[in-house]
């Protein structure tokens, strides 16, 4: 690889190339619709982003805004919260008004820095320990400025050689894109044979859920008692419960945690959340792949006798609208579903001579999902191999691509 140039992010903005800047503080008065969705902290993840459109900016304010209104093409960070998530804004997106706990930034097009190499070099080494660096200096212990950001020095090569970095590193992460469309449409397929079957009168037991399960709920170790987490064993909030194929988590409890002050759930389980703002856009749910922990902000349900764990996923997640009626609110403003309430909604099952045929069925649609995140769980430990080693120049990109070609 040719010699790395080593610049400071503010230098680069400095050169009127790339526009770095953070979000935008909005006032109560200001919110409103039409209008701009406000982009939060929690709504960018690790590559993508997922909106929740809980507020929005009456587009009245878009003058105040100004540059901060979002555009195809920004890479995004988190910023305060939790530092260091990174995502860049789809080209179909929704335009967004970013909040003030997160930064953009906006390259053009003869920016000696492509942006996608700027987003690959947020996950790196070279990044993130100048991050904790940072973050240790000040009084917050997860939060970095935005003079803190355009201090942060980047080691950059040539840019015909940063688009072919970024190129090898986007097909794996298209692979993982690709995966992500094929487990969600297996989904949406299963929800949609199993309507039309409710409909067409080929199923006609009646139950409560419940009488279809068997109830649990959940707790949250000691966080004070270090011996409880950063171990094997997921453990599910209602932050982290957004895949339908629950098997990991961003915090995991140890084998001493799980046996105090949460519960354990095996593989088939049915896990979904009754209390938390996200229920006010929706009703997160899915079926573990694997045992896991979880919090008092979720209900376990496991299957009883005669009734697949599967279909009883597919048979809730069905009755999401009708679901999302029955939640209320705590006096502090959060979402919350009441078991009672939820025991009561009704689903509608295949009898006992066709239960077996119709939960093979649905099996294969939903294991279909199972397959991909597993095999994009490869991907990723694939591209966070190559990510350090492409950007320090210790593998050529040719390599890269064989080692890319064979895995997509």
């Known amino acids: 690889m040719s010699k790395l140039r ?26 409103g619709t039409p209008g701009f969705p406000i982009l939060r902290v929690a709504e960018v993840l690790d590559g993508r982003i997922e909106p929740e459109f809980a507020d929005f900016v009456s587009e009245r304010y878009r003058g105040a805004m100004g540059s901060k209104i979002s555009r195809p093409g920004d890479i995004i960070l988190t910023t305060k919260g939790t530092v260091g998530r990174v995502a860049i804004m789809p080209v179909n997106s929704p335009a967004f008004v970013y909040s003030p706990q997160v930064c953009y930034f906006r390259a053009d097009s003869d920016a000696p820095l492509a942006s996608r190499y700027l987003y690959y070099w947020f996950k790196t080494e070279g990044f993130w320990s100048q991050a904790r ?21 980047i080691s950059m090569p040539p840019k015909p050689a940063q688009d072919a970095i970024a190129d090898v590193l986007s097909a794996l992460d298209g692979k993982i894109a690709a995966n992500d469309r094929i487990a969600r449409i297996s989904l949406e397929f299963a929800l949609v044979r199993y309507k039309a079957a409710v409909r067409g009168g080929e199923y006609n037991r009646i139950v409560s859920m419940a009488e279809s399960a068997r109830w649990s709920s959940g707790g949250t170790p000691n966080t004070s008692k270090e011996a409880y987490w950063g171990g094997d064993i997921p453990w599910i909030s209602a932050l982290s419960l957004k895949s339908p194929w629950i098997d990991d988590s961003d915090r995991k409890v140890t084998d001493l945690g799980a046996e105090n002050g949460t519960r354990l759930v095996p593989k088939d389980t049915v896990l979904f959340v009754v209390r938390g703002s996200s229920l006010d856009t929706g009703f997160r749910i899915g079926l573990t792949q694997r045992e896991v922990a979880f919090s008092q902000d979720c209900k376990a349900l496991r299957a009883e006798d005669g009734i697949d764990p599967c279909l ?3 048979a809730i997640k069905s009755r999401t609208s009708e679901i999302l009626q029955l939640v209320d609110h705590t006096g502090h403003g959060a979402g919350r579903l009441s078991t009672d309430l939820l025991a009561k909604v009704t689903l509608t099952l295949p009898g006992p001579h066709e239960s077996a045929a119709v939960a093979a069925e649905f099996r294969a ?44």
């Open 6 to 31: 080593v610049v400071t992010l503010g230098d680069l903005a400095k050169s009127g190339h790339l526009e770095i800047g953070d979000g935008y503080r909005t006032k109560r008065s200001e919110h």
């Open 133 to 153: 660096a940072l973050k240790s200096q000040t009084d917050m212990a997860d939060y970095i400025n935005l003079t803190d950001i355009k201090s942060l020095e």
């Open 312 to 314: 009883l996923f597919i």
């Open 365 to 408: 649609l939903v294991d279909i999902g199972a397959v991909r995140r597993a095999e994009n769980r490869n991907l990723q430990i694939i591209r966070n191999a190559l990510l350090p080693k492409l950007m320090s120049g210790e593998i050529r990109v040719r390599d890269a691509e064989k080692v890319v070609e064979g895995v997509t």
